[in-house]
């Protein structure tokens, strides 16, 4: 199932937890409008994966992460597959200190949610498969197939 042809795109995601809160983005334009996501974007070249997601944290809510630990690594594929296909590994962490007060900018609108409010239907299809295991605690691998309507068609989710 996995296609060798061509590299996957490396992306952060981070997650601020307080108590039992989650601190989402509203994302405001571009890729996934209107949809609530952690924080995060593109590894930039001969950026480390950790920096990308401190400075992603920076530019998107204006807070510095202090400590930061991975929670997991997630493949996205799309079926049917086109040359234009942008496939992505996704580095997910979570983040419990952090310096500044998250602040809205011109892509990202953050909010806390209690961590049984999180809005699944308002986020992208794969989130409410994976991501009530990571807040609750798992450390996760996972892989997730969609169609060409961004719904999940195959998922394989197992614990490390």
């Known amino acids: 199932?996995?296609?060798?042809?061509h590299s996957l795109t490396i992306c952060t995601l981070l997650f601020l937890r307080k108590d039992d809160h989650v601190l989402?983005?509203?994302?405001k334009r571009g890729f996934g409008?209107?949809?609530?996501?952690?924080?995060g974007g593109k590894v930039n070249p001969g950026e480390l994966i950790e920096e990308a997601a401190i400075r992603e944290c920076e530019e998107e809510i204006d807070v510095t992460p202090l400590d930061i630990s991975q929670v997991a690594i997630i493949q996205f594929f799309q079926v049917p597959w086109k040359d234009t296909q942008v496939d992505t590994e996704v580095h997910v962490y979570e983040c419990t200190h952090w310096t500044g007060e998250p602040k809205?900018?011109?892509?990202?609108?953050?909010?806390?949610f209690a961590i049984k409010d999180v809005p699944?239907?308002?986020m992208w299809d794969d989130d409410q498969y994976w991501l009530p295991r990571v807040l609750a605690g798992e450390h996760l691998r996972a892989e997730f197939i969609f169609d060409d309507q961004a719904k999940v068609i195959k998922q394989t989710i197992t614990n490390i």
């Open 104 to 112: 809205e900018s011109e892509e990202m609108e953050p909010q806390w």
């Open 120 to 122: 699944y239907n308002q």
């Open 24 to 27: 989402l983005g509203l994302k």
């Open 33 to 39: 409008v209107d949809k609530y996501n952690g924080i």
């Open 1 to 5: 199932m996995h296609h060798n042809l």
